[in-house]
């Protein structure tokens, strides 16, 4: 198909009578389906056919959901933009010669182009939210443990869900409901509260009379222009409709970005470790004469792209003696600052508001080659990931540049309340 959404297109046929029957939904191809190939966007897993379904594929199987197959991803699910992928890139059926966000671009582009009715992301920082922003579409980052993540191939697991993509906010709700509940295989799910309203789609009611919205400044300052005069109608347009606005502080998330790129790089390198061409992923190429350390470097020398060796490296030193102190400590530390930012907020809030990306679709090419310039693009998603909180991004308007995303945040298992919020704008 057009705009290269998907590396494996296969159609696996829904037969249950379920919630999902007669849709079709595109899985990113880090989430784990039995006998279908699952390539991470990476060369090194080319020909990688997992034994097992993850515990959502399950599930969407058992919704009656057709799978329409795997969709193209930045390498192992680092990037912004989806052209770190070993398959090529991915192009934004909403804006022509732009990037479609990432990692989870083909998804989003699947759902833009219309070529599946739902699909699944990955966001570790943002990697749901960013691409529905830039492709126009709908996407939820779930409260840490809302969905199970068994059968996803862990890039940073202490910062990742698996969520919903879909043209309209109820749609992704009704994906959501779907994926959702703990799972005996991933001992780091969880049941939402027993008060916690979970029935997803029937909260997409657009009532937002009496809601108050708070607006952290810290995710005005670095916008566009263009940027922020879309974020600002759609404010108005949520007051108009009965919710009351608010300037709030976060100021730890001056900290946010530096923090996430620390400990997603340090759990990065250690959950790519596998990837030595024995335990998983291909061979090196050539004569290692039964030296291990060459022949596993030679192994992940063919099978990384530069941004994945890049993030290996970096993580490597974070966490070495002498230097965790220095970096992975005080990431963590500035993590726990940022969950009680949020927590504080959520006193005198029920909602955060902010735009979901700062800047509207790049063009191609333009960040492969400053990657700091990409990671400072991740400022207002990576926080909520610090925090494991639930946000949901949906389209908020248009520059000449392409779509622009709105960014609503809700407390831990109030996926209701930003459901009902962002419905309110559709
Ligand atoms: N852009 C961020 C990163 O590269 C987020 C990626 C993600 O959410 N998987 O790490």
């Known amino acids: 198909m ?14 249950a009578d379920g919630a999902l029957a007669g849709r079709t939904v595109a899985v990113k191809d880090n989430i784990s389906t039995a006998g279908l190939r699952t390539t991470c966007g990476s060369t090194t897993l080319e020909e990688y056919v997992p034994p097992y379904d993850a515990t959502v594929v399950e599930r969407l199987k058992a919704a009656g959901a057709t799978i329409v197959g795997k969709t193209n991803m930045d390498e192992f699910g680092m990037g912004t933009t989806t052209e770190t992928s070993a398959f090529g890139p991915v192009e934004n059926p ?3 010669g732009r990037v479609p966000g990432g990692s989870s671009g083909g998804s989003a582009a699947a759902v833009a182009a219309g070529e599946a009715d739902l699909a699944l992301g990955s ?7 960013c691409p529905a922003a830039f492709c126009g579409v709908v996407g939820i980052k779930p409260t840490y443990g809302l969905v199970s993540r068994y059968g996803l191939v862990a890039y940073a697991n202490s910062l990742e869900q698996i969520g919903p993509l879909a043209p309209t906010v109820e749609e992704a709700a009704e994906l959501l409901e779907v994926l959702a509940g703990s799972d005996p295989n991933d001992a780091t799910t969880r049941e939402p509260p027993a008060d916690a309203e979970t029935d997803y789609a029937a909260a997409a009611d657009g009532d937002v009379s009496g809601l108050t919205i708070g607006v952290p400044t810290e995710l005005l300052e670095g916008a566009d222009d263009g940027v922020r005069a879309i974020f600002e109608d759609a404010l108005a347009e949520l007051e108009m409709k009965g919710a009351t606005t608010t300037a709030v502080s976060l100021p730890s998330v001056e900290a946010a970005v530096q923090a996430y790129y620390v400990i997603a790089m340090s759990e990065a390198s250690s959950n790519l470790a596998r990837f030595d061409g024995v335990r998983y992923g291909r061979s090196g190429e050539g004569e290692d004469d039964g030296n291990w350390n060459e022949s596993f470097a030679a192994a992940r020398d063919v099978g990384f792209g ?8 970096l ?3 974070a966490l070495s003696a002498g230097y965790h102190d220095k970096y992975y400590k005080k990431a963590q530390d500035a993590r726990a600052w940022v969950k009680q930012d949020f927590d504080s907020a959520f006193e005198s809030v029920d909602v955060l508001a902010s735009p979901t990306m700062p800047v509207p679709p790049f063009e191609r090419g333009e960040s492969l ?3 700091l310039q990409m990671y400072l693009a991740d400022a207002n998603t990576v926080p909520i990931n610090l925090a494991n909180l639930p946000a949901i991004s949906v389209p908020a308007g248009e520059t000449d540049e392409g779509p ?3 960014q609503l945040v809700g407390p831990a298992f ?7 919020a962002g419905s309110a704008l559709s």
């Open 315 to 317: 993580g490597t030193y």
């Open 369 to 371: 080659d400053d990657p």
């Open 404 to 406: 622009v995303g709105l």
């Open 306 to 313: 530069e941004e994945v060796k890049r993030r290996v490296l």
């Open 123 to 129: 966001d570790t920082g943002g990697s749901v939210r």
């Open 414 to 420: 109030g996926e209701a309340t930003i459901i009902r």
């Open 94 to 96: 909403a804006a022509e």
């Open 2 to 15: 057009s705009h290269n959404a998907f590396i494996t297109e296969e159609r696996i046929e829904g037969d």
